[in-house]
């Protein structure tokens, strides 16, 4: 089993910064992937990013490329989400997930396991 917690969601105007820090424990050295996704009010939960553990290979929406970096920590058991030149759109619920299966996937159902959430709100 992995354990995830988000931390460092809050609220900024538009054009502002955050960074989301995702800290895992558990099995993490069974952990293949992990990703961020987001949900709106009243929308479905949506793929943000992902990143191999290894840290070779990412992938973004379009709306966030050149915005949005995903990197990791091995070492801390840490991914991060730094967030630049945010958007009111931007605005959701943001979760860390992980997995233990093979292939970098965009689909809530290519991760197994799920933090709590971390509210971040972008004002104009």
């Known amino acids: 089993q992995v354990q995830l917690v988000e931390f460092g969601g809050g609220s900024v105007q538009a054009g502002g910064s955050l960074r989301l820090s995702c800290s895992a424990s558990?099995?993490?050295?069974?952990?293949?992937?992990m990703a961020w996704f987001r949900q709106a009010p009243g929308k479905d939960r949506e793929f943000v990013t992902a990143i191999t553990w290894s840290g070779d290979s990412t992938l973004y929406i379009d709306s966030v490329k050149g915005r949005f970096t995903i990197s990791r920590d091995n070492a801390k058991s840490i991914v991060y989400l730094q967030m630049n030149s945010l958007k009111p759109e931007d605005t959701a619920v943001y979760y860390c997930a992980a997995t233990f299966q093979g292939g970098l996937g965009r689909r809530t159902w290519d991760y197994d396991y799920w933090g709590q959430g971390t509210q971040v709100t972008v004002s104009s």
């Open positions: 558990g099995r993490t050295f069974r952990i293949n992937h």
